[in-house]
């Protein structure tokens, strides 16, 4: 990516900001000439005290010079003061400014992103974390390198060149040869790196993932007491990354020696030239302070560019991971659509093909109802394909071919925050937010009471256990169960009071009593409602008004509990596979025998 391919892309970023960078540009100009004020002030001054001494001149006689000389110089620097201040401070501001517009703009955009961008490697949490954090980091700090280094240290250099041409065309000329011989050094040097800094990114990105999968894992971890193997995992990546990082800075020392000696040869030469025309006669003495001076404002620009570049390839390659994160298209959820009309809750898929990566199928040719105000169960083995179908009726998914339609109308015709403001989910383990019950329950529903909340944790059954603890509903997430966490993510589900459900083994972690509670609570909330539910209880399905056995991908058998069960085919395998885990034989005989006890 070039400085200009950059720009552009920041510009609707930087565009705000109009006012502040046009100030910045005219400060830059009163400053770069001001940098011009010493070279000229040696420059008379060594030629007013050579023709004092000429003339046989004393102290006496001087003072005029000393004085219009410090005056000038002194008034120069209460000038640069301001001049200094609002550069810096225009630089900072927009640093930080247009910093908090990318980092909202990146969060904001990759949120609306369907889960076919998140199921990508490259966009696991960690990678995507440091992705945006460097990319806004390295934008943000190549803006204020633009403001404060690059455009007062080039506007310098132009106007001391400038001068030295108006004084002498072939002092000017040696002074600029430089300039090309630093460029073509610093070409030479990127494609020498070419590469490196995306690799040694994609090393931070490996790393900081392991970081964070280490600590989400801990308890694994420690079970497994694989805290060396994690420890030694961590260090091979990090001595693969130290040692690319070795070999870069090694390069990039090298070449800037050779800069710097380019730098000093310059220096040189223009001494040479100047020394030749003043015994020449054709320059006075302070030409050569003159020249001297000017050839470092020009060469300034050049010791500092080193350090410049460094930092602009190092924005780059994090700039273009970055941009191409959030300008991405195809992952963009849709928005707008269909928004003002009552949704039913008839779904129908036709035809439907769908995989989460490319050129893997996961489910194949499915076609299926689901009637409105009725509850339909998907049913199969682990890993059949169930929650994939509830996931692109919610349309967090696209699929590669065929439709899905709600209410006769296509699924993508349907604007998606009205569709899924619809739609209540409660899966086989939901995410629980750091924060209190309160605010956690109220997900469901912002702007809710206090007391909606109460009746919602009512309904999901864990209304006693909050009542009992000393912060009640102000009670920190982190202390509570497996189990109660389950029951807050389905008293979320209530407090949304959704006319379409989907369940994905919502009881999958709670215990026989709290199993039997929460099935009362999901029966309620069946009522006038499409339920979609997915489940390894029978208890949650049997009574479902249409089951869907679903085997590796595709459906295998359609009807009800009853029908199905005659079939003989995989539903009764099912059915019995469970019966003979609960030893529901033993079970029934216990509860029999009580019975005629009692």
Do not use: C
């Amino acid at each position: 990516m070039t400085l200009s391919q950059l720009l552009k892309r920041l510009y609707p970023f930087l565009k705000p900001y109009r006012f502040w960078i046009l100030v910045s540009l005219g400060i830059t100009i009163v400053g770069a000439a001001l940098a011009q004020v010493n070279p000229l002030v040696v420059h008379y001054t060594v030629n007013s005290i050579q023709q004092l001494l000429n003339e046989g001149k004393e102290l006496a006689d001087g003072w005029h010079v000393i004085i219009l000389i410090s005056s000038i110089l002194i008034g120069k620097e209460v000038v640069n003061i301001f001049i200094q201040f609002w550069q810096k401070f225009i630089g900072e501001k927009l640093k930080v400014e247009v910093g908090r517009d990318l980092s909202n703009y990146s969060v904001d955009r990759v949120l609306n992103y369907n889960l076919n961008f998140y199921a990508l490697k490259e966009n696991e949490t960690g990678r995507l974390g440091t992705r945006i954090d460097r990319g806004v980091e390295g934008l943000t700090k190549t803006i204020k390198n633009i403001f404060v280094d690059i455009l007062p240290l080039f506007a310098s250099a132009l106007f001391a060149l400038i001068i030295m041409f108006n004084a002498n065309v072939y002092v000017g000329l040696v002074s600029s040869v430089i300039i090309p011989i630093y460029f073509w050094l610093s070409n030479k040097q990127a494609n020498v790196q070419k590469g490196v800094r995306k690799t040694i990114q994609e090393f931070k990105e490996e790393r900081n993932n392991r970081v964070i999968n280490i600590f989400s894992s801990i308890f694994v971890v420690k079970s497994f007491v694989r805290e060396k193997y994690e420890s030694e995992a961590h260090e091979k990546l990090n001595d693969q990354l130290s040692t690319v990082e070795i070999k870069h800075h090694r390069t990039n020392f090298f070449f800037d020696s050779l800069k710097t000696f380019a730098e000093q040869i310059g220096v040189v030469a223009v001494i040479i030239v100047t020394a030749y025309l003043v015994l020449g006669r054709q320059m006075d003495l302070g030409a050569i302070m003159l020249h001297i001076l000017l050839f470092n404002n020009i060469a300034s620009p050049i010791k500092h560019l080193h350090r410049i570049y460094d930092e602009y390839n190092e924005a780059v390659s994090y700039a273009e991971g970055f941009f191409n994160t959030i300008e991405s298209r195809d992952y963009l959820t849709s928005t707008g659509g269909i928004s003002d009309r009552k949704i039913s809750g008839d779904f129908e898929m036709k035809d439907l093909n769908f995989g989460y990566v490319k050129n893997k199928v996961v489910l194949h040719d499915i076609n299926l109802k689901i009637p409105a105000g009725k509850t339909t169960a998907l049913v199969g083995l682990s890993g059949a394909g169930k929650t994939t179908i509830i996931n692109l009726l919610a349309k967090f998914y696209q699929p590669n071919s065929g439709a899905i339609y709600l209410d006769n109308v296509p699924l993508n015709d349907w604007d998606t925050d009205f569709l899924r403001n619809n739609i209540g989910v409660v899966l086989q383990s939901n995410h629980i937010f750091s924060g209190t019950i309160e605010e956690n329950i109220r997900y469901g529903l912002l702007e809710a009471t206090h007391e909606q909340i109460v009746e919602a944790a009512k309904q999901a059954y864990i209304h006693d256990a909050i009542a009992s603890m000393p912060d009640q509903y102000k009670t920190s997430t982190q202390n509570l169960s497996g189990g109660q966490k389950q029951r807050l993510s389905i008293a979320r589900m209530f407090l949304r009071n959704p006319k379409i459900v989907f369940l994905d083994e919502p009881t999958a972690s709670l215990d026989a009593v709290a199993t039997e509670q929460i099935k009362n609570s999901l029966d309620a909330i069946k009522k006038d409602r499409t339920v979609v539910i997915i489940s390894h209880n029978i208890s949650q399905f049997v009574d479902a008004d249409l089951i869907y056995v679903i085997q590796e991908g595709e459906i295998v058998e359609t009807g009800n509990h009853s029908d199905l069960y005659k079939m003989n085919g995989l539903y009764k395998d099912i059915i019995d596979s469970n019966a003979r885990s609960f030893n529901f034989e033993k079970l029934a005989g216990t509860i029999l025998n009580n019975s005629i006890t009692d």
